[in-house]
């Protein structure tokens, strides 16, 4: 059974920096596809960024533009967790964060949909006041 547990979420001012963290269980051997969306009250669920697990063991990130060479995502295989690091953080970026899971079939899907995501974590809360 999978399982997503977010943490990192917080209240910061802008131009302030958070890292959202979500570890997975379930998969076997960190053969997975993560990505984190967000939602802001009355808008729809983005996808913000995503890593995709090749075959031969590497992982490829995206980020979209709106957060390009603020946000990163990594992953670390070790604990079995993918992070949000996510820096100069504007008002804008205030949401619910999810984390999101697949199994990896070594095809890098990109926009960052919603549909190619089975497994979702509950969500933590940013905050960024200006």
């Known amino acids: 059974q999978v399982q997503l547990a977010e943490s990192g979420g917080g209240s910061v001012h802008a131009g302030g920096s958070l890292t959202l963290s979500c570890t997975a269980s379930g998969f076997s051997n960190n053969n997975y596809d993560a990505a984190w969306f967000r939602q802001a009250p009355g808008k729809e669920r983005e996808g913000v960024a995503a890593?995709?697990?090749?075959?031969?063991?590497?992982?490829?990130?995206r980020v979209i533009d709106s957060v390009k060479g603020r946000f990163t995502i990594s992953r670390d295989t070790s604990k079995n967790t993918v992070y949000l690091h996510m820096n100069n953080l504007e008002p804008g970026d205030t949401a619910m964060y999810y984390c999101?899971?697949?199994?990896?079939?070594?095809?890098?899907?990109?926009?960052?949909?919603?549909?190619?995501?089975?497994?979702w974590g509950q969500g933590t809360q940013v905050t960024v006041s200006s």
């Open positions: 999101a899971a697949s199994p990896s079939y070594g095809v890098i899907e990109y926009p960052i949909r919603k549909m190619n995501y089975g497994y």
């Open positions: 890593i995709y697990h090749g075959s031969d063991g590497s992982d490829t990130p």
